[in-house]
Nanobody, 126 residues
Framework: QVQWIASGGGSAQVGGSLTLSCVFV????????LGWFRQAPGKEREGVAR???????KYADFVKGRFNVSRNNAKNTLDLHINDLKVEDTGVYYC????????????????????WGRGTQVTVSS
């Protein structure tokens, strides 16, 4: 019933850029903690970026300086701008929303995100 609809995935070259976008359908997400996750082949799903209700952000060390997360609460959209792509960025990317106020959102455990997008494939080639 409630869901994320993702777009922007695809193939790109090393050093290139991609923008992933999600729009939430069925509910307003202005008060929710939002995040992006990815799962590379053979690896567990990992968090890559968070953005809280006040638009404060946190990034995994391996994407700092290259990824930029933003949200538009009025439009229920969540974007991930990826720059300087690396081969290891390849994987399925998921947008997610869940519990956690501003005091805890940036440190929220993955299990506390309960609405997940279907996932969009990102493939980076040299």
């Amino acid at each position: 019933q409630v869901q994320w609809i993702a777009s922007g995935g695809g193939s790109a070259q090393v050093g290139g850029s991609l923008t992933l976008s999600c729009v939430f359908v069925g509910h307003a997400y202005g008060d929710y903690c939002l995040g992006w996750f990815r799962q590379a082949p053979g690896k567990e799903r990992e968090g890559v970026a968070r953005i809280d209700q006040g638009r404060m952000t946190k990034y995994a060390d391996f994407v700092k300086g290259r990824f930029n997360v933003s949200r538009n609460n009025a439009k229920n959209t969540l974007d991930l701008h990826i720059n300087d792509l690396k081969v290891e960025d390849t994987g399925v990317y998921y947008c997610a929303a869940g519990d956690g106020d501003e005091a805890e959102c940036l440190e929220l455990e993955q299990s506390e995100f309960y609405v997940w997008g279907r996932g969009t494939q990102v493939t980076v080639s040299s």
